[in-house]
Nanobody, 122 residues
Framework: QVQLVESGGGLVQPGGSLRLSCAAS????????MNWYRQAPGKQRELVAA???????NYADSVKGRFTISRDNAKNAVYLQMNSLKPEDAAVYYC????????????????WGQGTQVTVSS
């Protein structure tokens, strides 16, 4: 089994910053993509940022230039540095990972974290 645990959410004023962390643990052979998604009340879950095992990144247009995704492969962790936060960034942020697990064979599985709340308000 693999678990993803997020941390770092909270309340921040508009223009402020937060850094989210997500650590994967369990029977991990390797991790391919690690992404951050978010879901605001009444809205669909959307991709915020993605990073490959090689470090290539991709961002939603709404966060480009403000958010930075990074990962530490040795720690099986992914981070999201969020700067210049806006009220519309408020949501539950979810970590997602495509993890290769070795059982009888190597196979990739998808996992989600439990989510961490980000509130942007004055």
């Amino acid at each position: 089994q693999v678990q993803l645990v997020e941390s770092g959410g909270g309340l921040v004023q508009p223009g402020g910053s937060l850094r989210l962390s997500c650590a994967a643990s369990g029977s991990i052979f390797s991790i391919n993509a690690m992404n951050w998604y978010r879901q605001a009340p009444g809205k669909q879950r959307e991709l915020v940022a993605a990073i490959t095992s090689g470090g290539s990144t991709n961002y939603a247009d709404s966060v480009k230039g403000r958010f930075t995704i990074s990962r530490d492969n040795a720690k099986n962790a992914v981070y999201l540095q969020m700067n210049s936060l806006k009220p519309e960034d408020a949501a539950v942020y979810y970590c997602y990972a495509r993890v290769v697990v070795q059982r009888t064979t190597l196979r990739e599985y998808q996992y989600w974290g439990q989510g961490t709340q980000v509130t942007v308000s004055s």
